[in-house]
């Protein structure tokens, strides 16, 4: 995967249209799952995704092959997120420690608990468990300092435990 | 931390499995791109548009006064840097700039005061005294054009100023203006630095045996006043009966007191209006209070004398310069000559040049047979 990825990011760099089409098919699930645990509705992530994947574009004879594509593009992604949040969702943006939007039907548990997180905690929730992804990438990714995201990271499993143990 | 902690994990990837991206969102993602390439060319066709539109209108000001009474664009651009640097002057030398640039270029008071009367500001001022200084024009005719709307870089290039002619000015006010900083002023000012002297040109509108009024402005005649029609004496009643039969004019040279009344030490009264009496007010001051000048040679025996020095007034008729103490008279046999312009008139005498005059005395008369300027 890795190098495959390496090679399509070369090929991309080098200005082949065809190229940044097989980009999209191996990074967009996993962008897709990240946007999901922080917007947590598929319109709003649609969205994302598409101003993301223009941006990439946008700079995509700029990208170095060394570098690691998935983390920048997820940067960028979240970054577009953000704005999204804060434009449709002035409070909640504002807030976002306390308050959690119901706007989507919950199905499940841990569906439920994960919507009583903010956003920004679910967001690390996801890259850390879901997507795997290191203490470090997630700073670099959301700009936070390591304490910051371990804190979020502490606090989301606290309350994922205490609403699955006690359904509250 | 550690990624160990699979329950978390497992519970995630559950209840993430559905979420996968819809099958029409890559066509979404390209159709975004397609769109955003169209909005970019349809962008940089109308930067093009505008970039053209900017050179054409560049390229046609710089031979059209498109810019109006502003002028050309490279009239307008050389207005624009003679502004910035005239600003900057101003700033740099602080309180009077006007009275401090006509020090440096030698104007005379009379335009110095001028330019103050005018409504120009300090920056203009000093840009119009620069302007009338480089292209040798009377700065009236400067100011009129300025006010009648005209913006400086076509007044510039209507009388010959080039930018660079500018920035020697500038520089020459600026080496003065730091000499004089030094205590080491080389050229003593003929504009007022200290304010005690002031000359007053204009029609005579009121006078008693105590008080004078020229051009609004009321002077103490004191003891030590000397009055001075055609080179000789008059008095007060004599002003007042020639005022029955129609206008008087005066040139007066006063010194302001402390308590801020005028005290006239000189007043020359003349039955026409200068030249220089042509502006609204010309009210000068001389920053010199000695009228001391030992290079004066006065031949005690003979009738003939040379009187060198600064010009302090100066009218059509009379002559004042520093250290000589009497009127000396200007005729049509004067003959008037200045360095570097050869044969001149009377007209070309202004306050502040230094001269050297060749003095017939006959009676208690002085007339200048030659005057010789020494200022280029």
Redo the contacts between chains.
């Keep these: 995967m890795d190098n495959e990825l390496r090679t399509v990011v070369t090929r991309v760099h080098s200005g082949e249209e065809a190229a940044f089409d097989e980009l999209y098919h191996l990074t967009v699930r996993q962008l897709y799952r990240t946007l999901y645990t922080y917007l947590m509705t598929r319109q709003d992530v649609e969205d994302v995704v598409q101003e993301a994947y223009l941006k990439l574009y946008q700079v995509r004879r700029k990208l170095d092959d060394t570098r690691s594509v998935p983390v920048y593009l997820r940067t960028i992604a979240i970054n577009c997120a953000r704005r999204k949040l804060r434009r449709s969702h002035p409070v909640r943006a504002l807030i976002e420690e306390d308050d959690v939007s119901d706007t989507e039907l919950v199905k499940g548990v841990v569906r439920e608990a994960l919507q009583q997180l903010s956003p920004a905690d679910r967001l690390v929730m996801g890259l850390f468990y879901g997507d795997q992804t290191s203490i470090q990438d997630i700073c670099r990714m959301t700009g936070e300092k390591e304490g910051t995201v371990k804190s979020r990271l502490s606090r989301a499993r606290e309350r994922l435990r205490e609403v699955i143990d006690h359904g509250t | ?1 550690e ?1 160990n ?1 699979r329950e ?2 497992d ?6 499995k559905d ?4 099958a029409g ?2 066509n ?3 159709a ?2 397609a769109a ?1 390439a169209v909005h970019m060319r349809r962008r940089n066709t109308a930067l093009g548009a505008v970039v053209i539109a900017v050179v054409l209108t560049m390229g046609l000001s710089a031979v059209t006064p498109v810019f109006g009474r502003n002028g050309t664009l490279p009239q307008v651009i050389t207005a624009m840097a003679a502004e910035r640097q005239a600003k900057k002057m101003s700033k740099t030398l602080g309180t009077a700039p006007i009275q401090q640039t006509g020090t440096a270029l030698q104007t005379s008071v009379t335009t110095v005061q001028a330019v103050n009367d005018s409504t120009l500001s300090e920056t203009d001022g000093v840009l119009a005294l620069v302007i009338a200084n480089k292209s040798g024009t009377p700065v009236a005719d400067v100011l009129k054009l300025r006010t009648d709307g005209l913006g400086w870089g076509r007044i510039m290039a209507q009388l010959n100023v080039s930018g660079r002619d500018i920035g020697k000015a500038m520089s020459q006010v600026k080496a003065a203006a730091k000499t004089k900083g030094q205590g080491e002023n080389p050229k003593p000012a003929v504009s007022n630095t200290d304010g005690t002297k002031i000359v007053v040109n204009g029609e005579i509108t009121g006078v008693s045996t105590t008080i004078i009024t020229v051009d609004g402005k009321s002077f103490v005649i004191g003891a030590a006043t000397q009055l001075k029609y055609q080179g000789k004496p008059i008095t007060t009643a004599e002003i007042t009966a020639k005022l029955l039969t129609g206008k008087l004019y005066a040139t007066v040279q006063g010194t302001k007191q402390a308590d801020t009344t005028l005290l006239a030490n000189l007043i020359i009264v003349q039955d026409e209006a200068t030249s220089e009496q042509a502006t609204p007010s010309n009210e000068q001051t001389n920053p010199s209070n000695e009228q001391t000048n030992p290079s004066n040679e006065q031949a005690a025996v003979s009738n003939d004398q040379q009187v060198r020095g600064k010009v302090t007034v100066v009218t059509a008729t009379v002559l004042h310069v520093d250290g000589f103490a009497n009127d000396i008279i200007l005729n049509a046999d004067t003959k008037v000559e200045q360095v570097g312009a050869g044969r001149m008139n009377i007209a070309a005498i202004k306050v502040g040049q230094t001269v050297q005059v060749h003095v017939i005395l006959s009676g208690t008369t002085y007339t200048a047979q030659q005057v010789h300027i020494e200022d280029k």
């Design positions: 931390m990624h902690d978390y994990t519970m995630l990837n559950n209840e993430l979420i996968e991206p819809g969102l890559h979404k993602v390209r975004g791109i955003n």
